[in-house]
Structure formats: structure tokens, C-alpha cells
């Protein structure tokens, strides 16, 4: 049970009897705790599916975002018409210039 578990067989020898214990069972609160995620993601894929069907019977029903349909894992897409931050082209410049200098310091110029 302890190798199902992701014990090596040497770590098993040197754990004491508590320490085993211990793993086992943050092993089974691990997975009781991934069953429940993927429940709660089948209950929220369900109805979401029932929302779909109600929509293209009803042209009038709105589809939720993809932040409002999983809340808590998509937070950073809660706003749309937050667009995402472009990098400023110099500061990316600077760093490959810094990242090429160091290249030739270390493997010299071989122009």
C-alpha cells in the first residue's frame, strides 16, 4: 500500500510506523480531496451543459463567462475588457542585450 502510495521502498525502511501512517493518510486526503474536485467540475460541467441546451432553445438565456462558470480558477479572466499588459519593447531589448553579452563574456566572441 505504501509503494501504491509513492513510497520508495528504501524511504519506507527509514519512515517509523508514524511516519507511514502519516503519508498514508495525507495519500488517501489527497485523492478523497481530487475525487471531490473532479465531482464538483462534472456538477458545474453538467450544468453548464443544461445552460447551453436552455440557450439554444431560448435565444434570451445568457451563457456565463468562464470566470463566473468555474469560480476561484479563473479569476484573472474576470474582467473582459481587461486586455493583457504588452511588454515594453526596450525593457525586452535590454535583457537580451544583457543576456547575449554574457553569452560571449562566457563562450567568447566568435565573430
Request: with cysteine.
Amino acid at each position: 500500500m505504501a509503494i501504491e502510495a509513492g513510497v520508495r521502498p528504501m524511504e519506507f525502511w527509514d519512515m517509523t510506523y508514524k511516519e507511514n501512517l502519516d503519508f498514508l493518510e495525507a495519500n488517501i486526503k489527497r485523492q478523497e480531496n481530487e475525487i471531490r474536485f473532479r465531482a464538483s467540475m462534472d456538477h458545474r460541467f453538467a450544468d453548464l451543459l443544461c445552460v447551453g441546451i436552455s440557450r439554444f432553445l431560448d435565444e434570451d438565456a445568457e451563457y456565463p463567462s468562464l470566470a463566473a462558470a468555474y469560480p476561484g480558477i479563473f479569476e484573472d479572466l474576470s474582467d473582459p475588457d481587461q486586455k493583457p499588459q504588452q511588454q515594453d519593447w526596450r525593457i525586452m531589448k535590454d535583457r537580451l542585450m544583457r543576456f547575449s553579452d554574457n553569452h560571449n563574456k562566457k563562450w567568447g566572441d566568435k565573430k
